[in-house]
Nanobody, 123 residues
């Protein structure tokens, strides 16, 4: 059983930065594809970024590319999402997810989800 615990959300002004963390329990994070997703009120949950377990290859959504970076620290069994140049439209609950069989951009590919952490960007 894999458990994911996110932290690092909060309130920040537009142009600011936050770093989200996702600690993985129950399995080595290096064996998992890990992803970050977000969901705003009234909207569907959407893909943000993913990192492959085997070699650390990453992929970011076009809306965040160049501003957000997904990374991991295998020694700490933790995955991060560094968010810079934040915009009000980045306001959402951010979720960490784990894929047992690969990595990708589709919600249905992921097997485990964290509880989410709120990010609010004020203008």
């Amino acid at each position: 059983q894999v458990q994911l615990v996110e932290s690092g959300g909060g309130l920040v002004q537009a142009g600011g930065s936050l770093r989200l963390s996702c600690v993985v329990f129950g399995r080595a994070s290096s064996t998992l594809g890990m992803g970050w997703f977000r969901q705003s009120p009234g909207k569907e949950r959407e893909f943000v970024a993913t990192i492959r377990g085997s070699d650390g290859v990453t992929y970011h959504a076009a809306s965040v590319k160049g501003r957000f970076t997904i990374s991991r620290d295998n020694a700490k069994n933790t995955v991060y999402l560094q968010m810079n140049s934040l915009k009000p439209e980045d306001t959402a609950v951010y979720y960490c997810a784990a894929d047992l069989h690969g990595y990708g951009m589709e919600l249905g590919e992921y097997d485990y989800w964290g509880q989410g952490t709120q990010v609010t960007v004020s203008s």
